[in-house]
């Protein structure tokens, strides 16, 4: 999470001046998204965006969906808005209980935000989001909406209403043999193409004196707390829940789900995401960063992505 809007501006400017072809940023409770991804573009680096993902509970859909086109007027470039209904105790905290069904709330929520989005005038009253109006009309570039995965259920959703996938800490394998199916099936049984599928991986190259997992913890510790997290991660084979959060950590590298390595190994890593279907890998150095603050992280956003662009140029 940045805590000061200039920090994303080198992050857009390594888009804009490189072969990466978007700026992403996960929910933030500092600097909000919207607003650093305006502030980058105020600066000069108006790039391609992704909020992967922006948490259902702290706004209303029609704000959502202004917010996403906003977004897509003040940088010049298509935005993909990635929503997701969060943990049962955020929930809680800001709606006084939890979604009994987070699928339901997840199908109302992006059926208001599209329809919006397409122009339509709604009339929506569903058991957890209502909706009566329409966005002012305004020529934007595209903004297509995203629904976080981790499970099949919201997968098979994801497959009927979203235009893309959007994963976290998902292993490459349990892409391919879980995700990927049932993102299939639920496009199929909507008769739609299939929609894109988006992976964050978390990584971090070498960082002296400090161990991978100790990395990984700073990236993920709190996510491995979550039940919904710590489900998925034991659908993937990857077991999580003993006490001692570098065994974890250590569990989450073994199974894929947190890169770790030279520059070569992980780039080897990310092609295996592409390879098991994956249409967009999300470089994501949130433990280094945290460790060591936001520079190291660019220093190794920009070794990955030099020696992917170099990948490229030889195929």
Not at 194 to 212: C, E
Not at 253 to 268: M, R, Y
Not at 282 to 306: D, S
Request: glycine residues 10%; aromatic residues 6%.
């Amino acid at each position: 999470m940045p805590r000061r809007p200039e920090q994303l501006a080198t992050y857009a400017a390594l888009v804009h001046w490189t072969r990466a072809e978007r700026l992403w940023q996960g929910q933030s409770l500092a600097v909000e998204a919207h607003q650093g991804f305006a502030h980058a573009a105020g600066t000069g680096f108006g790039v391609p965006t992704g909020l992967g993902v922006s948490l259902m509970p702290l706004r209303h859909p029609y704000e959502a969906a202004m917010q996403a086109r906003s977004l897509a007027l003040s940088t010049g470039h298509p935005v993909l808005a990635g929503f997701g209904p969060g943990g049962r105790s955020l929930q809680s905290a800001m709606r006084g209980e939890p979604y009994a069904s987070p699928l339901t709330a997840a199908e109302e929520y992006l059926t208001i935000v599209r329809g919006l989005l397409r122009g339509q005038s709604l009339d929506f009253s569903g058991e957890y989001y209502h909706c009566q109006g329409a966005l002012l009309p305004s020529p934007s570039p595209e903004v297509q909406v995203g629904l976080g995965v981790l499970r099949p259920g919201m997968a098979r959703l994801a497959g009927r209403l979203a235009d893309a996938a959007i994963t976290w800490l998902t292993p490459a394998s349990y892409l391919r043999e879980t995700v990927l199916p049932a993102l299939r099936e639920g496009a199929e049984a909507a008769g739609r193409p299939l929609p894109r599928l988006v992976a964050m991986v978390p990584m971090a190259l070498p960082l002296p004196d400090v161990d991978a997992e100790a990395v990984a913890v700073a990236s993920n510790g709190s996510h491995l707390q979550a039940p919904h997290y710590a489900d998925m991660l034991k659908r993937a084979g990857i077991d999580v829940s003993g006490s001692d959060p570098l065994v974890n950590a250590r569990a989450l590298i073994e199974g894929g789900a947190f890169l770790a390595g030279e520059v070569d190994e992980l780039v080897a890593q990310i092609e295996e995401f592409w390879n098991s279907g994956v249409d967009e890998v999300v470089i994501n150095l949130t433990g280094v960063a945290n460790i060591r603050g936001p520079q190291a992280a660019m220093r190794q956003v920009k070794t990955i992505v030099t020696a992917l662009s170099g990948m490229e140029e030889t195929r």
